[in-house]
């Protein structure tokens, strides 16, 4: 399951998740605002994919900009780089990849377009590439939470479609799999887009992985059966305090496991850990369009007239969150000083 393939043409395929699980269709983008239009409408979607595609998206404008000098050619990139972060406010991966093409643009010491170009090209490679090895190593150290034999509850889709490979939360599930764990996935359907239902629950069962979808409003007595022996997630932007947003219902789903005692893991590469936030009060949740709760499947479901809020996202406060799982370790409390530790190491380490 490629979410995204550069191709040597120089144009940027996209694998389009709205037509999952019935059609498998791949979106072929030469400019960046036909990536930009592909986050929006959630063609690509999951915070670490969007970051890998947007700075797919630069490398696509650096590859079409005619401009008389350099510093007039970095500043029709810093325009496309504005547009593509503007596309999602919530996951912090986004502005964080398009940062990252920037300073690697803006620190190539050359007047070549074509040295400018092939280096917003580089380095979007290799965000690609450290995300998959990023969560491979997350899979691995987040496996050892996962006891044999356990029945995991997981939310939305933080799988290989969110990233740009292997998954977060799906590939901590991956790698106990794959150590010989007999283990099982409750997917919530996760309205109203359904990306438990369409997603998960297609990756796992493409994986043999036994999974079992509910509707988000069982999960409850499925807890209260005895059912679950862990709720593990993904995120889409985590504070310097370690509370997370992720997809709406994630909240729901920590009060519950905090009720019954079921331990609440959240999986997450360090990108997406913002230091200069200290509450989840601070995270713009985005909302979005009416029509994706007022309609399923092309059906209206809710009367003409009717008011809807549609928030695409809600925070969970620290205190429910029982461990944060990065490609660097495994996080716990007390966040604000293990958090900071977490990301100043992966830090020096790339600088080393």
């Not at 393939?5 to 395929?13: D, K, S, V």
């Not at 913002?274 to 509450?279: G, I, V």
């Not at 406060?317 to 293990?338: C, S």
């Amino acid at each position: 399951m490629e979410t995204m393939r550069w191709l040597e043409e120089g144009l940027l395929e996209l694998l389009d998740q709205t037509g999952l699980p019935g059609t498998v269709n791949y979106l072929k983008c030469g400019d960046y605002r036909e990536v930009a239009t592909a986050i929006k409408n959630l063609s690509v979607r999951g915070a670490p994919a969007i970051g890998v595609a947007a700075a797919y998206g630069l490398a696509l404008a650096a590859g079409n900009i005619e401009a008389e000098s350099r510093d007039a050619y970095i500043d029709r990139v810093r325009e496309a780089a504005v547009e593509l972060a503007a596309t999602r406010p919530t996951a912090v991966n986004l502005c964080w990849a398009v940062e990252r093409v920037m300073r690697r643009l803006i620190s190539t010491q050359s007047d070549d377009p074509g040295v400018l170009r092939h280096a917003v090209l580089d380095e979007a490679h290799a965000i690609r590439r450290e995300d998959e090895s990023g969560n491979r190593r997350m899979g691995e150290f987040g496996r050892e939470l996962i006891p044999q034999g356990a029945r995991i509850l997981t939310h939305c889709n933080a799988g290989a479609l969110a990233t740009a490979g292997y998954g977060t939360a799906l590939g901590v599930i991956r790698a106990a799999r794959a150590e010989g764990k007999d283990i099982s996935v409750f997917a919530g359907e996760t309205r109203p887009l359904l990306q438990g239902a369409r997603l998960t629950a297609w990756e796992m069962y493409q994986e043999g992985i036994p999974v079992t979808v509910i509707t988000d409003n069982m999960a409850g007595y499925l807890m209260a059966k005895g059912m679950v022996d862990l709720v593990l997630v993904g995120a889409d932007r985590i504070t310097s305090s370690g509370d997370v947003a992720n997809k709406i219902g994630t909240y729901s789903l920590a009060v519950l496991a905090k009720e019954h005692n079921i331990p609440f893991y959240v999986a997450a590469p360090v990108s997406t850990v913002d230091l200069s936030l200290t509450s989840g009060s601070e995270i713009q949740i985005e909302e979005r369009d009416m029509a994706e709760v007022t309609h399923l499947a092309g059906q209206q479901i809710v009367p003409t007239g009717v008011q809807v809020w549609n928030p695409a996202f809600d925070v969970t406060p620290a205190r429910l969150v029982a461990a944060i799982i990065t490609e660097r370790g495994i996080v716990r409390p007390p966040y604000p000083q293990n958090l900071k530790k977490n990301i100043l190491t992966s830090q020096s380490e790339e600088a080393d």
